[in-house]
């Protein structure tokens, strides 16, 4: 093999890319395409490298969603980028199963508003439409807005209590 070798030009990019981090199957093929890279040959690299353990979707989603739930994303947004990445199927179904939205929500509600609850419907109206871009679902906002609410409530009764 020369080093004109299409084959090795290809593995040699996708090691490269795979090097700085976690790539899906779909994302690697796109890059390596995007570089002049012949798409046979490189779902053949890809296949080579997958069997090594060098890349796995699996691995790539898991690593995604820890990253992406660490920034305040929430579910959709999260299953929207995964399938722009080339994730679909049972992997995209499981990937969310283990990750606690309701404490995430809150994380990130807090983060950026405090951990008072809305005091007019206009910053509640707010509040909501930000933890939507987020990709937050209604429903989770709703609940958000309840636990805050409650919580508001028992601050009020400790403070009546003291008096």
């Known amino acids: 093999m020369s080093e004109a070798d299409p084959r090795v030009q290809a593995r040699a990019t ?3 890319l795979l090097a700085r981090r976690e790539h899906s ?3 690697l093929l796109r890059k390596l395409k995007s570089k002049g ?3 046979t040959v490189s779902s053949q ?3 080579e490298l997958g069997g090594a353990d060098w890349q ?3 691995r790539f989603v898991s690593d995604f969603v820890r990253s992406r739930t660490n920034r305040g994303w929430g579910p959709q947004r999260i299953l929207f980028a995964l399938r722009e990445r080339g994730i679909a199927g049972s992997l995209l179904k499981s990937c969310l199963q283990h990750q606690d939205f309701d404490l995430r929500i809150f994380e ?3 983060r950026k508003y405090g951990s008072g609850a809305p005091a007019t419907t206009r910053e ?3 509040c909501a439409r930000f933890l939507a871009q987020r990709g937050y679902t209604q429903e989770q906002i709703r609940k958000l807005f309840k636990q805050l609410a409650l919580s508001a409530f028992d601050t009020i009764d400790e403070l009546s209590e003291h008096e």
Request: proline share 0%.
């Open 37 to 39: 890279h012949d798409e």
């Open 25 to 27: 199957r779909a994302e």
């Open 124 to 126: 509640a109206g707010a």
């Open 56 to 58: 796995n979707d699996e």
């Open 14 to 16: 996708a090691v490269a």
């Open 108 to 110: 990130t509600y807090t």
């Open 45 to 47: 690299v890809i296949d």
